[in-house]
């Protein structure tokens, strides 16, 4: 409707100045003015035409319909269009052509006029926008800001709705007497802008793109504090990590030097007494809980160690045979009911590691399997060699209850247990295989969990790198 209303103003302002000029001229024929002058009062009528119509097609009309009028009105035979004088048909030609010439420059003129008033608006929107932006203390005030500069824009009032949902929940907001607008962030839709469907339509595309702008200097605005709110859950969630760190840290130091007490005067007493006694059984108890809450001690120590970045690794040549020999007698103790089987190469294998560490991951593993298997069920502890890939491959194999499918991506994670299996589930709190990742990764090696194909029970792999 609006289009239509311009439409029919142009074409009656392109008549209104011809008539003029016509009238004007027949004045000047009057006063025995000469033609010329005429015909530049007709000119000048189309330059009229041309900066107060939209486009070019009202000017070049207006050249047209001057010339015809010149020729009807101020030549004869007068009221046609037949030329008594030939000599008037390079008039009616030069006419035209300067009509038309004039027409057009006088519309791209007002067309880079208009352009520049354009750039202007937006330039001036976008600078007010940004600087109250810059200064809005809160993603509340600047969707407010936002809605109040679109909304003069637009010229009429906008909503803005920040999203803290899923998706599915953004497509429910919808609604059908708006037209959005989203506000795209770094890394997803952070809200929408709300127009009135009528006014979005009749939004030109000078507007459109001001208002593209706009919500892009929102978009960057809002980032700016999501980026901010990130940044200070980060920092809380790190104050907590290493307030729990000191923490563990701290109660772990103490019970260790008890701990060791306990475990030596329960050797002791194991070694006074036969093996039928009930004291003795006693003091195997006692023994086997305090290793129990020995080891578990370390593993959060070398935790909090590694989260801490200063569990440093010496890294040297260490025979793998020893390094098993260590952490069976270890096993040993703690479970002497129970026989591991080794196999390893003939030829003294030398790898690159850092002998405690590696020890312990041996360890960990070696007790979850004691954990999970009956008495009479086999353990292995297998070391091969993979030329190829220049790597110490170690196998810790048993029999027990084996892994769940779902349970293999979350076994090495921190604190995971499970009622099935996992690291330190018999009376832990998950830490064992966690730390195992921890430092073959440290190692530069790899760590694995896989259910064993050929029988029941579960099998963990890890390698190291044989070259320095």
């Known amino acids: 409707m609006k289009e239509k209303l311009e439409k029919a103003g142009s074409f009656m302002i392109t008549l209104l100045l011809l008539s003029v000029a016509t009238v004007i001229g027949w004045i000047f024929r009057v006063l025995h003015f000469p033609e010329t002058n005429i015909v530049i009062v007709y000119i000048l009528s189309v330059v009229l035409t041309a900066r107060f119509t939209k486009g070019h097609v009202y000017g070049i009309m207006a050249s047209l319909i001057a010339t015809c009028a010149f020729n009807i009105f101020f030549t004869s035979p007068y009221f046609t269009l037949f030329v008594s004088n030939p000599t008037y048909l390079i008039t009616f030609a030069v006419m035209t052509i300067t009509s038309v010439a004039t027409s057009t420059l006088t519309a791209k003129v007002k067309q880079k006029v208009r352009e520049a008033q354009e750039k202007e608006v937006s330039a001036r929107s976008l600078y007010h926008l940004t600087n109250r932006l810059t200064n809005a203390e809160n993603l509340n005030e600047t969707m407010e800001i ?273 009622n099935r299996r996992g690291a330190d589930t018999s009376r832990g709190i998950g830490l064992g295989l966690a730390i195992c990742e921890s430092i073959i990764t440290a190692h530069g090696g790899e760590i694995c969990v896989q259910s064993r194909k050929d029988t029941k029970g579960a099998e963990f792999i890890f390698t190291l790198p044989m070259g320095e």
């Open 146 to 418: 936002a809605t109040k500069a679109i909304g003069k824009v637009v010229g009429v009032e906008v909503s803005c709705i920040c999203f803290d949902e899923e998706l599915e929940e953004k497509e429910e907001r919808k609604n059908p007497a708006f037209e959005e607008w989203q506000i795209c962030g770094k890394k997803s839709i952070l809200g929408v802008v709300q127009i009135p469907k009528e006014n979005a339509e009749a939004l030109s595309e000078s507007e459109k793109k001001i208002l593209r702008s706009m919500i892009e200097s929102t978009a960057f605005a809002m980032d700016r504090f999501r980026s901010e709110a990130e940044r200070i859950k980060v920092g809380e969630e790190m104050a907590q990590e290493r307030y729990r760190g000191n923490l563990l840290r701290a109660i772990s130091h103490d019970l260790r030097t008890p701990l060791s007490g306990i475990m030596g005067t329960s050797e002791i007493l194991m070694g006074m007494t036969e093996k039928q006694d009930e004291r003795y059984m006693l003091a195997e108890n006692i023994y086997k809980d305090a290793a129990w809450l020995h080891a578990l001690v370390e593993n959060i120590l070398n935790l909090t160690r590694m989260q801490d970045g200063k569990l440093v690794l010496k890294k040297q040549m260490e025979a793998v045979e020893e390094v098993i020999e260590m952490a069976v007698k270890v096993i040993g103790k703690r479970a002497p009911e129970r026989d591991i089987l080794i196999d390893i190469p003939e030829e003294m294998l030398l790898v690159p590691m850092d002998a405690r560490l590696i020890g312990q991951v041996l360890v960990n593993l070696l007790d979850n399997a004691v954990k999970h298997t009956k008495v009479e069920e086999e353990i292995r502890l297998t070391v091969s060699v993979d030329e190829k890939e220049k790597k110490a491959v170690f196998s810790v194999a048993d029999k027990g209850t084996g892994i769940a499918k779902e349970d293999i991506p979350n076994v090495f994670k921190m604190f995971y247990t499970t």
